[in-house]
C-alpha cells in the first residue's frame, strides 16, 4: 500500500549509494520518516548495481515526493546526471543513472558526490550549521571529502574537489589509511569486526583504532594546511566509533605548526546518522 503525505509538507527522497550498502530514506520536512537498505553488489554489473538502487526507494513505498537525490561515492556530472570515476563500484562508472532513474519514477533527479551531499547535510541541517567553512569527510569504505566554503558548498570541476583520500601518504594514499581499507590492508578483518571486538574490550582491537586515529590526524592536518576550516564533520560507518580514536587523532592534529588555527578547531561526527540521506534529498528540496 502506497503512503500518501500532505502537498504541503517539503518531501523528497534521498539515497546514499555506498560501496557495502545503498540506503534510501523518505524525508519529510528535513526530517527522516523511514529508510530502508540493501547490500550494495560492488563488484557486479551495470544493470545489477541499478537494479538495488531503483529496488532500495522502491521499498520505501512512497508516493507523494518531490524528487530523488542521490549521493554517489565518485566523481558526478551534476547538470547531466552521469556518474564517473568510481572506485568502489565500478559498475556505476558511465551510467546515465539521472536519466535511468526519471524513467522509472517520474521525477526530477539530482546526483551528487556522496561526501558533498555529507556536508551538505552537515552545514544545512546539523551541527555544522554555525560554521562558514566546514569539510565533511565520510569514513566508509573509502575516504570521501565535501567543501563548504564561505557557507557555499564548493565542487570543482566534475565534483571533484575534496577527493582527499587519492593525496599520496606513505606507501600509498590516504584511503588506505583513513577508511575502512586501513583494517582490511593492515590486520586483514573489516572495521566491523574491529569495532565489535574493540566494543568487548579487546586490547588489540583498540590499538588498531589508536592507529587509525593517528593517520586520520595527520589527514585532518593535510586539509587544515589547504583549507583551514573551522570544523571538520565526521561521517559514515567508522565515525561512529569516534571516541575510539579521538584521543589519538588530537595527539597528532596538536603538532600542526601554527597553533592558533587549530586552537578553536572543531572536529566531531555528524550527530544525525541519516544526515547523508538528508543532504541528497536537500538537492531536490529546494
Not at 12 to 32: H, M, P, Q
Not at 125 to 148: A, K, V
Request: glycine share 12%; aromatic share 10%.
Amino acid at each position: 500500500m502506497q503512503k500518501y503525505f500532505s502537498p504541503n509538507k517539503l518531501s523528497a527522497i534521498g539515497v546514499d549509494v555506498g560501496g557495502t550498502k545503498t540506503s534510501a530514506g523518505w524525508i519529510v520536512d528535513n526530517k527522516l520518516v523511514q529508510s530502508y537498505t540493501l547490500p550494495t553488489p560492488a563488484g557486479e554489473g551495470k544493470e545489477r548495481v541499478l537494479n538495488t538502487i531503483i529496488k532500495t526507494i522502491k521499498a520505501l513505498d512512497v508516493q507523494d515526493f518531490s524528487g530523488i537525490g542521490v549521493g554517489i561515492p565518485g566523481l558526478v556530472d551534476t547538470k547531466n546526471g552521469i556518474v564517473y570515476d568510481v572506485q568502489n563500484i565500478p559498475a556505476l562508472t558511465s551510467m546515465a543513472l539521472k536519466e535511468a532513474l526519471e524513467a522509472e519514477f517520474f521525477r526530477p533527479v539530482e546526483i551528487n558526490n556522496d561526501a558533498n551531499c555529507f556536508a551538505l547535510g552537515s552545514k544545512n541541517y546539523d551541527t555544522g550549521q554555525p560554521f562558514e567553512n566546514l569539510i565533511g569527510l565520510t569514513l566508509g569504505t573509502g575516504l570521501g571529502g565535501g567543501l563548504i566554503l564561505n557557507g557555499k558548498l564548493y565542487e570543482g570541476v566534475g565534483t571533484g574537489a575534496g577527493e582527499f583520500g587519492f593525496l599520496p601518504y606513505k606507501d600509498g594514499i590516504l584511503e588506505h589509511y583513513c577508511s575502512g581499507q586501513f583494517f582490511q590492508r593492515q590486520y586483514g578483518i573489516t572495521g566491523k569486526e574491529v569495532s565489535q571486538r574493540a566494543m568487548d574490550g579487546d586490547l588489540k582491537a583498540l590499538e588498531m583504532f589508536l592507529e587509525y586515529g593517528s593517520h586520520l590526524g595527520e589527514a585532518i592536518k593535510m586539509i587544515v594546511h589547504t583549507f583551514a576550516p573551522e570544523a571538520v564533520m565526521l561521517g559514515g560507518s567508522i565515525s561512529a566509533d569516534f571516541r575510539l580514536f579521538e584521543k589519538s587523532m588530537w595527539e597528532t592534529i596538536r603538532d600542526f605548526p601554527y597553533a592558533h588555527v587549530i586552537e578553536n578547531l572543531i572536529v566531531k561526527p555528524a550527530t544525525a546518522p541519516e544526515i547523508a540521506l538528508i543532504g541528497a534529498a536537500s538537492l531536490v528540496m529546494k
